[in-house]
C-alpha cells in the first residue's frame, strides 16, 4: 500500500554534510567535481548504479533548496556522475521530476511500524494528518507547489505521478472502512458509500495542506458523527 524507506542516522549526517560541500562549490560556480565525488563524498566512476539513489539526492536537493534546485544537471553534480549519467534513468527534466514527486510523496506516507493505525478511520486519519506534517516540514512548499505547478498542462508527468500517489491513499482509507469494527452496520448506503467518503475525506486532506492545517479533530468529528 505504501512504500517503505529506512535510514541510518550517522550515515545520513555524512551524507548531509557532503551534500552541503557540494552545494556550497556549485553556488559559487564549480562543477568540477561531478566526475570524481558522489553524492557521499567518496570516487566514484561516472555510472549511476541505482536508480532510488538519483531520486534519493533529488529529494535531498529539495529539502535543501526547494524544488527550483532539482534539475539534470544539478543531481547529477550531487550524485558525483555526469549528466549522461542522469539521462541513462530519466529521459528529461520533466521525467525526473516526475518521478522524485512520486517518490517524496511515498517517503512521506511510508509504510507505518504500527500497522494498528489501518484498524479504524480515526487512527488512519490521526496517522495521515501526522505525515502530512511530517511532509511539510522535511518539504517546505512542497505541498503548495504541486497545486500551482505540477497541475498545469505542461506537467502531465508529475500531474499523472502524483495522481497515482493520490490513488494509494483513497485505496487505503477505503480498505481501513472494511477494517473499521466500530463503524454502524447502517453507515454506508447505494447513495453514501464507502468510496464516495474517501473521496471526502481525501478532499479535506488536500485543503489542509494548503491551508497547512494539520489539525484532524474537525474531521474526526465529523467522522464520528457520520459513521459510528
Given amino acids: 500500500m505504501f512504500s517503505s524507506f529506512f535510514f541510518d542516522p550517522e550515515i545520513e549526517k555524512k551524507k548531509i554534510k557532503n551534500f552541503k560541500n557540494s552545494l556550497d562549490r556549485m553556488r559559487a560556480g564549480d562543477y568540477n567535481h561531478i566526475e570524481r565525488r558522489s553524492y557521499w563524498g567518496d570516487r566514484v566512476n561516472t555510472i549511476v548504479t541505482s536508480k532510488e539513489e538519483i531520486l534519493q539526492t533529488s529529494r535531498e536537493l529539495i529539502r535543501q533548496q526547494g524544488w527550483s534546485a532539482v534539475s ?12 549522461g549519467s542522469i539521462y541513462n534513468y530519466f529521459d528529461s527534466k520533466a521525467d525526473l521530476v516526475g518521478a522524485t514527486v512520486e517518490s517524496v510523496w511515498s517517503e512521506i506516507f511510508h509504510r507505518p511500524n ?12 490521526t496517522w495521515m494528518y501526522g505525515r502530512m506534517a511530517y511532509g511539510s516540514e522535511q518539504y517546505p512548499g512542497f505541498f503548495t507547489l504541486h497545486s ?3 497541475m498545469r498542462k505542461e506537467k ?16 487505503a482509507l477505503c480498505f481501513v472502512m472494511t477494517q473499521d469494527q466500530k463503524i454502524r452496520p447502517d453507515a454506508f448506503t447505494e447513495d453514501f458509500t464507502e468510496e464516495k467518503l474517501a473521496s471526502v475525506l481525501f478532499s479535506l486532506m488536500l485543503s489542509a495542506l494548503l491551508r497547512q492545517d494539520y489539525d484532524p479533530s474537525t474531521v474526526l468529528e465529523m467522522v464520528r458523527r457520520l459513521i459510528y
Fill in 72 to 83: 539534470i544537471r544539478s543531481v547529477a553534480a550531487a550524485c558525483g556522475v555526469s549528466v
Fill in 114 to 125: 504500527d500497522m494498528s493505525v489501518f484498524q479504524s478511520v480515526e487512527s488512519c486519519i
Fill in 148 to 150: 500551482l505547478g505540477f
Fill in 156 to 171: 502531465e508527468d508529475g500531474k499523472g505521478r502524483m495522481q497515482h500517489a493520490w490513488q494509494h491513499i483513497l485505496d
